[in-house]
């Protein structure tokens, strides 16, 4: 992982994760939704446990059940072994597809 840096206003993340954004420009608060996201979908150990420092355990947490739209099925398994506490039927990402398919373009 390439660290960003030890300024507290940016998550230690490696921009790789990033590649369709302007991560210069990016304003890592209002973001939250779709970094964690990212994270979730993509990252590792070491990248959770950044998102957890940058964040709060509780802000994660309450974002990936109750804020973001949508993960796919990989995604919201691996959140569930990142966040034991999370219940796949709380999440808003399964509950919004529930019986939905989802296609890929």
């Known amino acids: 992982m390439e660290l960003r840096g030890?300024?507290?206003n940016i998550p230690n993340l490696d921009p790789v994760?990033?590649?369709d954004f302007d991560i210069d420009a990016m304003d890592f608060i209002k973001a939250?939704?779709?970094?964690i996201a990212r994270i979730i979908e993509r990252g590792g150990q070491g990248e959770i446990d950044e998102i957890i420092r940058f964040y709060g355990y509780s802000k994660v947490v309450t974002a990936i059940r109750d804020e973001i739209y949508f993960l796919p099925n990989y995604a919201i398994d691996k959140a569930l072994k990142f966040f034991p506490e999370l219940k796949k039927e709380e999440m808003y990402c399964y509950l919004n597809r529930k019986d939905k398919p989802y296609h890929w373009i």
């Open 6 to 8: 030890k300024n507290k």
């Open 17 to 19: 994760f990033f590649w």
């Open 32 to 35: 939250h939704k779709t970094i």
